[in-house]
């Protein structure tokens, strides 16, 4: 058990010093020049010295505000299409095909258009990352909320419960991990779909910095930029997993997230 | 007012036909029953005889293609409508536990009270003691998924219980359980539905179960799928296991046999 624990912990840490060194060896034998790849001691002071700029944390914000808002908005509207799609055969014969034509699109060829449509500011970023992140969500929903079983059905029949009663202790902690597992991905497109809009089109976010770090050369800033962007990520999606285990501690995959952490 | 002659259930020529036409699949015909208060009868019959389908229609989950079923003199279709009024009084376990694992074992057994709006702290106490009853003491507070086949469905038998029903039906709840934890749970029910003289109706596709636990056993058959026979069990109460090795008793299971497969 302790040394499970301990190799656990140790074998990822090896591989990624490993990796570092591979890359700093490289760079150093192979005298790369620090415009076309630094090494991680650069960038690691690159990166400090990113923190230090306040005008960073200002980007930051608005690349989270764009992030977050799209996937709240695809959040609310993959669960009620889901939901309701799942509940009404006819609304899913009627629109599902049309949906999944929408999702067939690639979305990220769009994005120029949504810029054109919403403008240079917060708005069409905000589409773009609500267009990415809809389609985990609203596919995972529909499932979930069909995946009620018709035994589970017949108990609330015989116990007289009313819809009201019905959705609350049925429906919704039936389809719950599967929402909560469709808006873990989500996140992470949001996140994508955010960066996506910033590089095409604007002046603000952590988008646009990388991309005006790129044509000033600065490499090493670039890399910081990019390690901020996935330390966000990674953060937004942990809030995801954590309220999956909090909210559904009873589901399988919850619990062995959690005696894994 | 309900007369005290009137049949506690009854089942008036009720039949179920799935599918149209030349589809058309005959799953019951023609079932007529009566059922005084406190009687425990069982349904007996090979799989496909729609032992399954008739319990389903009694408790109102499946709508009868044709007749009529009266609990306590209230008609539980009301045309293509479940009535609520008539079925209220009905408690039913299923095969599977059919436990949710978002509550608790408390829980689950109190979620039938929590529905008719009993307050937190009464039906927690009620739960609780029924837990005591069924065997389930110190397992309140855990999961289903951490509880055996057998007490998952003490604990879907006291969920059951708690409304104090005056009909139970039983789709052959402890099939899926191994002989000893089935006779043990089978004498506890079998008191259960003494004490409180609910009127019962158990599936079954075991001649020994339906023998010892029914005071008439229903005998069904298949294509066409029909009732056959309707035999008493001439057995006093309160019975034990010993019952099940007396010559009378094997006589009945030999008796029950070759009606069920229509020899006698």
Known sequence: ?261 | MRMDHEADIRLAGVGKTFGHGENAVRAIGDATLDMQRGDFISLLGPSGCGKTTLLRIIAGLERPSEGEILVRGRAVWDGAKRSTEATRPVSMMFQEARLFPWFTVAENVALPLRLRGVKKAEREARAHALCETVGLKGFEKMRPSALSGGMRQRASLARALITEPQVLLLDEPFGALDAMTRDTLNLELMSVCAQARVTTILVTHSITEAAFLSDRVVVLAARPARITEVVEMPFERPRTLDLQRKPAFQDILVRLRSSLTGGH
């Not at chain 1, 708005?123 to 909320?145: D, M, Q, Y």
Request: hydrophobic fraction near 60%; charged fraction near 10%; glycine fraction near 8%.
């Open chain 1, 1 to 261: 058990m302790h040394t499970d624990r301990f190799f656990r912990i140790a074998l990822p840490t090896a591989t990624v010093i490993a990796f570092l060194l591979v890359w700093t060896l490289y760079v150093r034998t192979a005298e790369v020049s620090a415009f076309i790849l630094p090494t991680p001691l650069q960038i690691v002071t690159a990166f400090i010295g990113l923190l230090g700029d306040a005008g960073v944390w200002r980007h930051a914000l608005v690349t989270v505000t764009e992030a977050v808002s799209g996937f709240l908005i695809a959040v609310l509207l993959g669960i009620c299409l889901g939901m309701a799609m799942a509940r009404v055969r006819m609304l899913e014969w009627a629109f599902k095909p049309f949906i999944v034509c929408l999702q067939l699109i690639p979305k990220i060829a769009l994005a120029p258009l949504f810029i054109l449509w919403f403008g240079f500011g917060l708005e069409s970023k905000i589409v773009i990352a609500a267009a990415l992140a809809f389609f985990p969500v609203f596919s995972n929903a529909l499932v979930a909320f069909r995946s009620v079983e018709p035994g589970d059905r017949d108990v609330f029949t015989m116990l007289q419960a009313n819809p009201v009663q019905r959705f609350v202790m049925l429906d919704l902690p039936t389809a719950l991990p599967v929402v909560l597992a469709g808006m873990e991905v989500a996140v992470v497109m949001s996140m994508i779909g955010a960066i996506v809009g910033e590089f095409i089109g604007g002046n603000e976010g952590l988008g646009y910095l990388a991309v005006a770090m790129l044509q000033e050369l600065q490499v090493p800033g670039l890399f910081a930029v990019i390690v901020l962007l996935t330390l966000i990520g990674l953060t937004l999606y942990t809030l995801i997993a954590q309220l999956r285990g909090w909210l559904t501690p009873w589901h399988a995959s919850a619990a062995r997230g959690r005696s894994e952490a």
